[in-house]
């Protein structure tokens, strides 16, 4: 690989980030415009996808909103389809959007199991074909960024639905970068570590003290803070640049070294 200027520029390039309109996903949307990136910010909820276009735009980058429900196949291919036509390429996709629900695993029913696995499994699944499928056929191969968690390297007992979800979403990335590594076609999974958003905050006020919370996670943080949506962006920076050219099939986990911990 020759050395590069600027292995982190995404001039030229388009981007689909779902769940984009809060939280992470806001984060990676404006972490990716801010190299250059034309980012279609995918979302369920299209106000929240509209602020996050006005935020980006705001600071003289490109973005659109896209309405996606990434339960809908169909809607994800149609999605791939529209920035491949506008942009003339499809170059990066990221499978951010999830939800989450409390429930232990003993108790957790079918269709709650199934509500959750339908957007944190089945739309990695339908956003990774969607993108797949064009992004193999491009002269300049595409990048697919699946975000995970943290949680998937431990157990946690009041989460049941979400954190097996987000295992299958894992196991899924890898087995994608296998049969796409011949094509050229990266796929790489973000782990993210805590941040405090819509799907974290949930609880503070419903008998659980933020302050005493955070305090708890600092404790079990090497590095000492508690990082943000734009930590998470940065991680999806490297693996969708060139400077990740070599990098498929990885875990990144952007969480200040808790997962170290026993
Ligand atoms: N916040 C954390 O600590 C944390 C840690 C690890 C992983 N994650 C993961 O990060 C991702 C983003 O979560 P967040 O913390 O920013 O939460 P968030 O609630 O702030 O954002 C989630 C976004 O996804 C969108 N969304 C939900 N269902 C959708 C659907 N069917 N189609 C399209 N969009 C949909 C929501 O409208 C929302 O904008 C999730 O996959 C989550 O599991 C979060």
């Known amino acids: 690989m020759p050395l590069l200027d600027n292995p982190f520029s995404l001039t030229g390039r388009s981007a689909v980030v779902t769940g984009a309109g809060s939280g992470i996903g806001r984060g990676i949307a404006l972490v990716l415009a801010s190299q250059g990136a034309k980012v279609w910010v995918a979302d369920v909820n299209s106000a929240g996808a509209d602020a996050t276009v006005a935020d980006i735009r705001e600071r003289g980058w490109d973005a659109e909103s896209a309405s996606l429900d990434v339960t809908d196949?169909?809607?994800?291919?149609?999605?791939?389809?529209?920035?491949a036509e506008a942009h003339g390429s499809l170059d990066i996709w990221v499978n951010n959007a999830g939800i989450t629900a409390d429930g232990p695993p003993s108790t957790v029913d079918d269709d709650e199991l199934l509500?959750?696995?339908?957007?944190?499994?089945?739309?990695?699944?339908?956003?990774?074909?969607?993108?797949?499928?064009?992004?193999?056929e491009q002269e300049r191969k595409g990048a697919i960024v699946n975000i995970t968690t943290g949680g998937v390297d431990r157990a946690m007992v009041t989460v049941a639905a979400y954190t097996s979800s987000k295992a299958a979403a894992h196991q899924y990335s890898r087995s994608l970068?296998?049969?796409?590594?011949?094509?050229?076609?990266?796929v790489n999974t973000v782990a993210a570590g805590w941040v405090e958003t819509g799907i974290t905050?949930?609880?503070?006020?419903?008998?659980?003290?933020?302050?005493?919370?955070?305090?708890?996670?600092?404790?079990?943080?090497?590095?000492?803070?508690?990082?943000?949506?734009?930590?998470?962006?940065?991680?999806?920076?490297?693996?969708?640049?060139?400077a990740a050219r070599f990098v498929t099939g990885a875990v990144l986990r952007p969480n200040g070294g808790t997962s170290m911990q026993w």
Do not use: C
């Open 73 to 83: 196949a169909d809607a994800a291919h149609a999605l791939a389809d529209s920035v």
């Open 115 to 136: 509500r959750i696995w339908k957007v944190n499994f089945l739309g990695v699944v339908h956003g990774s074909q969607a993108a797949a499928r064009l992004m193999a």
């Open 177 to 186: 970068a296998l049969e796409l590594g011949a094509t050229g076609v990266r």
């Open 201 to 242: 905050r949930r609880h503070y006020g419903e008998g659980v003290d933020r302050e005493r919370d955070l305090q708890a996670k600092l404790e079990r943080t090497p590095l000492g803070f508690i990082g943000d949506e734009f930590d998470q962006g940065y991680a999806v920076l490297y693996l969708v640049s060139d």
